[in-house]
């Protein structure tokens, strides 16, 4: 079955587990929100803004129903599973979300892009986590949250039409390039999924991985031992073909072969405005006049060419080359603008060698040790070499006395 139609199956049965559960839902909702939640506030003795938030993640009956469909509609299980959320939100989510991340790790792509199905796009890219810093944990929960947020106000502006089901899901594009098995960092998913995902359940339809190809491989081995069964059941590798099917290209950055503008221009950081810092050479344009000058120097760069068998090199095998204005979220580029036979065979000699030197390097000593006994019984007949003998340690004197 193609991934499309795959996709369409998985929407279908959502909207109907949606529609047959979502009374069960709301009164779970309402039970949490009268029972559940002023039993909370008073064993931890949380103030008005806190009881607020809580209030507030409660009143999402899409969240509610994430929920409930993460315990098989059991009741029982998932009120005992909301009051635990209720608490971890308490102790753990920050009052006040603040970016700890100078690369944004999960991007969201502008609310007029969406799959076929309707849904908003994220982006993860897998080289951004290379240089995530010590706050990595606390930027997930603050994006998780956020969204969750994103979710609901998406579902209460479009709560006026006729849509059966609300908007429940992402589609999440994870792109592969510039991914390293030496970057692969197993700690970091295994806690998503042991501490975020079950507080935040439900929330991706789809995980589409792009630019996959074989030195990936061996993160993708990791990682399906990693995720749980029902993550891998949502888990795609689509060509670019399946990919347009499954994503509009008007709603693709034109990185993955869509008509937006590519991601480093969706994601651009904000300039720091000309009026806060005037240098010098500013001023004598403040007047209207300019100030004759000479010519502007021009400093070239050069291009740092990275090793074929750099840790850093997403291309391994091949040389590539590092933009002057290289940024973590950049991705180098082949040094001769394809990849050549002649670097992978090169690169493959170099390893070859790397391994085996020792011993080709002993191998060759005794071949010449041996050329040079033959060559020298050859110079020197047998009869002649009994003569010198006496001149050999004991164990050779030995030898004549035997013969």
């Known amino acids: ?193 042991r501490e975020v995902v079950p507080r935040f359940p439900g929330m991706l339809a789809a995980v589409l991985i792009v630019n996959y190809s074989w030195a990936h491989s061996g993160v993708w081995n990791i990682m399906k031992h990693i995720l749980p069964d029902s993550t891998l059941s949502k888990v795609f590798f689509p060509s670019q073909k399946e990919l347009h099917q499954a994503i509009p290209p008007s709603s693709l950055p034109e990185d993955y072969g869509g008509s937006l503008p590519k991601l480093e221009e969706l994601f651009r950081p904000p300039q720091p405005s000309s009026s806060t810092h005037v240098t010098p050479d500013e001023k004598s344009y403040t007047n209207g006049e300019a100030v004759r000058a000479g010519p502007p120097q021009v400093t070239i760069t050069k291009s740092p060419k990275v090793s074929a068998t750099s840790q850093y090199n997403p291309f391994f095998g091949y040389p590539v080359r590092l933009s002057p204005n290289q940024t973590a979220s950049s991705v180098p580029s082949l040094y001769y603008g394809r990849q050549r036979k002649r670097d992978l065979l090169r690169t493959l000699a170099l390893l070859w060698w790397e391994k085996w030197k020792k011993r080709v390097a002993v191998l060759f000593a005794l071949l010449a040790i041996l050329y040079l006994i033959r060559r020298g019984n050859r110079r020197f007949p047998r009869r002649h070499l009994i003569a010198y003998l006496p001149l050999l340690p004991f164990p050779f004197r030995t030898l004549r006395a035997l013969r």
């Open 1 to 193: 079955m193609e991934i499309q139609a795959r996709l369409q199956q998985q929407y279908d049965n959502l909207e109907q587990l949606y529609e047959e559960n979502l009374a069960s839902a709301l009164s779970l909702q309402s039970t949490l929100l009268d029972r559940v939640l002023p039993d909370v506030v008073d064993e931890l003795e949380l103030d008005s803004d806190q009881v607020e938030e809580l209030r507030d993640w409660l009143g999402d009956a899409e969240s509610v129903f994430r929920l409930l469909k993460r315990h098989r509609f059991t009741s029982s299980f998932a009120l005992e599973a909301a009051s635990d959320i209720l608490i971890w939100r308490a102790k753990n989510l920050p009052r006040e979300y603040v970016s700890r991340e100078n690369v944004p790790l999960i991007l969201r792509l502008p609310p007029g892009a969406h799959d076929f199905l309707g849904r908003p796009i994220l982006v993860l890219r897998i080289s951004a986590l290379k240089g995530a810093s010590e706050h990595v944990k606390e930027y997930l929960m603050e994006q998780a949250e956020d969204l969750r947020v994103q979710l609901a106000k998406l579902n209460s502006v479009n709560s006026s039409e006729s849509a059966k089901c609300p908007i429940l899901q992402y589609s999440l594009l994870v792109d592969m390039q510039g991914a390293l098995l030496s970057d692969a960092n197993v700690d970091l998913p295994t806690w998503y999924i």
